[in-house]
């Protein structure tokens, strides 16, 4: 009787480790979940078959306590801000050539638009789109229908 407590136990309380280790450490689903998962349902299903009803309820409510109270603890713990990400980006990409150009401009397409490639406008390389979503081969003249923050929007100018 003491045996098959103790493997209850232990059986139990390898799964929640498992299942620490899956949901803080492993991204996705991987083996440690699906392992974790399956020794703690074999777990209880053993108290049940093995220790009777009594039992196999303490499992499942101690179980559950614990795998409750370890995941609140951890999430409330500093030690997962050791291993979190948490830098911050603080850079921007330099738009201010999109200063220069202005809608009815005019140029050509430094690449092959399908729909977005480099044009030429006042002498400046930027992104551009074409407005509705044509294609259009390198070295066709267009023109600047709307700036946008971060391209242009062009048409095929005839």
Same mark, same amino acid.
């Given at each position: 009787?003491?045996f098959n407590?103790?493997?209850?136990?232990l059986v139990?309380?390898?799964?929640?480790?498992?299942?620490?280790?899956e949901?803080?450490?492993?991204p996705?689903?991987?083996?440690?979940?699906? %392992?974790?998962?399956?020794?703690?349902? $074999? =777990?209880?299903?053993?108290?049940y078959?093995?220790l009777?009803g009594? %039992?196999?309820?303490?499992?499942?409510?101690?179980?559950g306590?614990?795998?409750g $109270?370890?995941?609140?603890?951890?999430?409330r713990?500093?030690?997962?801000?050791?291993i979190?990400?948490?830098?911050?980006?603080?850079?921007?990409?330099?738009?201010s050539?999109?200063?220069?150009?202005?809608?009815?401009?005019? $140029?050509?397409?430094?690449?092959?638009?399908?729909?977005i490639?480099?044009?030429l406008?006042?002498?400046? %390389?930027?992104?551009g789109?074409?407005?509705? =979503?044509?294609?259009?081969?390198?070295?066709?003249?267009?023109?600047v229908?709307?700036v %946008?923050?971060?391209?242009?929007v062009v048409i095929?100018?005839?």
């Amino acid at each position: 009787m003491t045996f098959n407590i103790a493997l209850v136990a232990l059986v139990i309380l390898l799964g929640i480790l498992f299942l620490l280790i899956e949901f803080f450490l492993l991204p996705g689903i991987s083996v440690a979940g699906i %392992a974790g998962a399956l020794l703690v349902v $074999g =777990g209880i299903a053993y108290a049940y078959l093995y220790l009777g009803g009594a %039992a196999g309820n303490l499992a499942l409510l101690s179980s559950g306590v614990v795998l409750g $109270g370890s995941f609140i603890w951890l999430l409330r713990s500093k030690s997962l801000r050791k291993i979190a990400l948490d830098t911050e980006i603080k850079e921007s990409v330099d738009n201010s050539d999109l200063k220069k150009i202005q809608p009815g401009d005019t $140029g050509v397409t430094l690449s092959r638009l399908n729909p977005i490639g480099k044009v030429l406008v006042n002498n400046v %390389a930027v992104e551009g789109k074409t407005a509705n =979503g044509e294609l259009l081969d390198n070295d066709v003249p267009i023109k600047v229908v709307r700036v %946008a923050s971060h391209q242009i929007v062009v048409i095929e100018n005839n």
